[in-house]
Nanobody, 128 residues
Framework: QVQLDESGGGLVQTGGSLRLSCAAS?????????MGWFRQAPAKEREFVAV????????YYTKAVLGRFTIDKDNVQNMVYLQMNSLKPEDTAVYYC????????????????????WGQGTQVTVSS
């Protein structure tokens, strides 16, 4: 069992930046070895954004955000972050933090079904 709480969403202009935070807690928090971010725009399905395999700090990004977004973690506190730079209107969505018990040296989960713990979401709106 793990609880995920996102924060940091808001309204920004095109080209602006936001930093999303996700706090993980619960007695089974250490069983989750991969943290990720997904997003869902209106009338669209939830899509993968970025993941971080915690064992070796190995990130993986969807092509649409590569070079603009960065996922990282806090080694002391159970926190994961998504730094979003050069935001575009197409980045507008509800962003969800997620945790997976899969992932390691030879595998990087990035499918929605591979993540079984989810936050409630935080709205990111990028205006033109």
């Amino acid at each position: 069992q793990v609880q995920l709480d996102e924060s940091g969403g808001g309204l920004v202009q095109t080209g602006g930046s936001l930093r999303l935070s996700c706090a993980a807690s619960g007695f089974l928090v250490n069983t989750y070895v991969t943290m990720g971010w997904f997003r869902q725009a209106p009338a669209k399905e939830r899509e993968f954004v970025a993941v971080l395999v915690l064992s070796d700090d190995r990130p993986y990004y969807t092509k649409a955000v590569l070079g603009r977004f960065t996922i990282d973690k806090d080694n002391v506190q159970n926190m994961v972050y998504l730094q979003m730079n050069s935001l575009k209107p197409e980045d507008t969505a509800v962003y969800y933090c997620a945790a997976s018990t899969s992932g390691g040296l030879f595998y990087t989960p990035r499918e929605e079904k591979e993540f079984d713990s989810w936050g409630q979401g935080t709205q990111v709106t990028v205006s033109s």
